[in-house]
């Protein structure tokens, strides 16, 4: 088994300090980090055991394949070939044994929790000898080893070379430091150095498919399987059917700086009203949130180039950048064995896949109303004995502390949760209605690449959910609404409480709909306010899907909640003339006619401000109400089978893995930028 001093790092020849007392500090430190905190031992621990099957003398170790299997990313590889990871078992293994034991296995680990771990397992793979230094002899054998016979050739006797690395007699040695800006600039003079050997008369051009070789060979690991087939396609570019240096130089930037180009994409089509941009408006959104210009006119053609599969000039959404930004991009039909099974696929199945959708969707909408609904009935109780019409010369509730404080006297406490019954059954399909209605009617309007919908139909879809849900919502009410009035008139006249059969068969079919002209005038403008309130509140205030954003508990509960107020008030008076006719009229008290006649009869009896009698209420109790039904519809809405809209992907808008997982990924990127066949050609010497 190998000791830790042997494994750690060495202090290299650029560091300012190199006295002993540095040294032991140094070593010191390094010893400290490797004792990490006891979660990463535990996944580092599973992660060994679960892979290490070599035993030598009844210790376990890790062979090349398992290092592989232990550190490498899970996921589509397909850019990067797993065997690759390999590379990075030579600088774990610095017994040089071929097996890997625990304690080289936490050292590697530590070293990747680096800040500088690419750079610096890069630095590390290159420092053969081990001396913390790297000589013009190691760089060039290193690279040589790994480019292959076939690669575009590079001229190690040039001046960019020498600057780093003297002459070849290795006169001068790279220390880290100075080996970490080398590999920065190092695919720039590789790239000139290609455009050279390639551009025979030395004329500026090159050929489409010699450009795609270099990019090829260069960046092949960064770009899509679709953007890689579009390379020749830059000669639309200019006339004269060859790509110049300049073009070249520009798909090398933008491939450099895709990380800056996403980040403008998304917060420049998030901003669009449409969800679209063209290419003027990516330059000017560049240019105003940055203090330099960060992208020339070539390069943001490039960009829409590809983006839009070489037609220019059209309005793109984000989607339309996915295969330039996600290397694991892939049209869809692409994917090995989906256009078969979309062949296969009957109608049948589709049929019966969308009855057990609209099945799901009515079971989580009575769950979700049933639970908002039952939370808020006492709200609405007292809500209700407020907007009744009153005996003339009797004053029924002071206020709404009044009438609770009288139907728990009354009543008891049972007495606020009389009628729930009837709700709670009535609920299930009202909401289930309601919520499928509002989805149904988006979806259709809604478009699929950006996601976005017209306030028009945002409205119109809200309205229409809330008129469908009239046909549940009225029965329901009525009956509710003379349940909830039947504990107060027995306690006043006597009268014996009834149940909610007796009522329905009192009313007959018809007259379970009376008032529903008021009905429909509350809860059309109800659901067209609050469904485009609650998507806009998720949406432009707390960043939904922003960065690939999901929106917490309290985050959804608040913008259900919030968006419940102005559509509850505003709807009061409508409300409160639907309560009066469905009220069962009692000795003493007004009766109407109609809708226009409530309308016109409380507000000449009573004034403009009845009209708004228990608004407070509906808002106390709607906001909640709807908070939470909409919470546990979200929450619910998630169901296995349902088909997420494809969305870009990528290291900014994904969720974090394990970051030595990442910096291990990292690590290997920077050695595949010398060459893209990067530790496929020499596995033993990897």
């Not at 936490?106 to 771990?117: E, H, M, N, Y």
């Not at 892939?330 to 896949?353: C, H, K, N, Q, Y």
Request: net charge positive.
């Amino acid at each position: 088994m190998s000791s830790s001093p042997n494994t750690l790092p060495v202090i290299h020849a650029d560091s300012r300090n190199t006295d002993g007392n540095t040294a032991s500090r140094v070593v010191q430190s390094v010893k400290s980090a490797v004792r990490p905190q006891e979660p990463e031992i535990k996944r580092w621990r599973r992660a060994f055991d679960a892979n290490a099957k070599a035993v030598v003398n009844s210790e376990k170790f890790l062979d090349r394949d398992q290092f592989v299997n232990a550190i490498a990313p899970k996921g589509d590889l397909t850019r990067i070939g797993r065997a690759q990871f390999a590379v990075l078992f030579r600088v774990a293994d610095v017994a040089k044994r071929g097996l890997l034991s625990w304690d080289d296995f936490v050292i590697f680990q530590t070293l990747l929790k680096r800040p500088d771990a690419d750079y610096y397992i890069a630095f590390q793979y290159f420092d053969v000898d081990g001396s913390g230094t790297i000589d013009f002899n190691e760089f060039k054998t290193v690279f040589s080893a790994n480019i292959g016979p076939d690669a575009i050739p590079f001229n190690f006797d040039c001046d960019w070379v020498k600057l780093y690395l003297g002459q070849k007699n290795g006169a001068h040695v790279l220390g880290y430091n100075e080996f970490t800006q080398l590999m920065k600039g190092l695919q720039g003079e590789r790239l000139r150095q290609a455009f050279q050997y390639f551009d025979d008369n030395q004329d500026g051009f090159i050929l489409p498919d010699q450009f795609k070789r270099i990019i090829l060979e260069l960046a092949g690991h960064k770009l899509s399987d679709a953007v890689i087939e579009l390379l020749p396609t830059l000669t639309a570019l200019s006339p004269g059917g060859r790509i110049s240096f300049s073009e070249v130089i520009a798909c090398h930037n933008v491939i450099r700086e895709m990380d800056i180009i996403e980040r403008v994409l998304h917060e420049a089509t998030a901003k669009s009203k449409d969800g679209r941009i063209d290419q003027t408006e990516f330059l000017n959104y560049a240019a105003s949130t940055s203090r330099y210009s960060l992208f020339t006119p070539m390069e943001a053609s490039i960009i829409f180039h590809f983006a839009g599969r070489g037609a220019a000039g059209q309005r793109l959404a984000l989607i339309d950048f996915a295969q330039l930004l996600d290397p694991r991009w892939r049209a869809p039909g692409d994917i090995e064995g989906e256009a078969m099974e979309m062949a296969t696929s009957t109608t049948v199945s589709a049929m019966l896949s969308n009855l057990a959708q609209s099945a799901y969707n009515f079971v989580q909408g009575g769950f979700a109303g049933a639970f908002g609904a039952t939370i808020v009935y006492p709200i609405d109780l007292g809500m209700m004995q407020n907007q009744r019409s009153t005996i003339v010369g009797q004053l029924l509730y002071k206020n709404s502390w009044d009438c609770v404080r009288k139907v728990f006297r009354n009543e008891g406490f049972l007495g606020f949760y009389r009628g729930l019954g009837p709700q709670l059954v009535g609920v299930a399909p009202e909401k289930a209605i309601k919520l499928t209605v509002n989805d149904l009617v988006r979806g259709r309007a809604m478009d699929p690449e950006t996601g976005r919908i017209s306030p028009f139909w945002e409205i119109a879809a809200g309205g229409t959910a809330g008129g469908c849900q009239v046909v549940f919502t009225n029965p329901l009410e009525i009956v509710k609404i003379r349940l909830q009035i039947q504990g107060e008139a027995a306690k006043a006249e006597g009268a014996v409480p009834r149940g909610a059969v007796h009522i329905v068969r009192q009313l007959g079919l018809l007259g379970l709909y009376r008032g529903a002209s008021a009905c429909l005038l509350r809860d059309i403008p109800f659901s067209a306010i609050y469904f485009p309130t609650y998507s806009h509140l998720k949406k432009d205030f707390f960043h939904e899907g922003y960065h690939g954003k999901t929106l917490s508990f309290l985050e959804t509960l608040t913008s259900a909640a919030i968006a419940g107020m102005p559509a509850a008030y505003l709807t009061t008076p409508a409300d409160v003339v639907k309560t009066r006719l469905q009220v069962e009229a009692r000795k003493g008290q007004t009766t109407y006619k109609g809708l226009a006649d409530a309308f016109t009869k409380i507000y000449r009896e009573e004034g403009f401000k009845a009209l708004f009698k228990g608004g407070p209420a509906r808002i106390i109790r709607s906001s909640p109400q709807f908070g939470f039904t909409l919470v546990a519809y979200e929450y619910l809405h998630k169901y296995p089978w349902k088909e997420a809209p494809r969305e870009v992907e990528t290291a900014l808008t994904s969720r974090g893995e394990e970051i030595a997982k990442t910096r291990a990924r990292n690590a290997l990127k920077i050695l595949l930028d010398v060459h893209g066949d990067f530790g496929r050609r020499t596995p033993s010497a990897a």
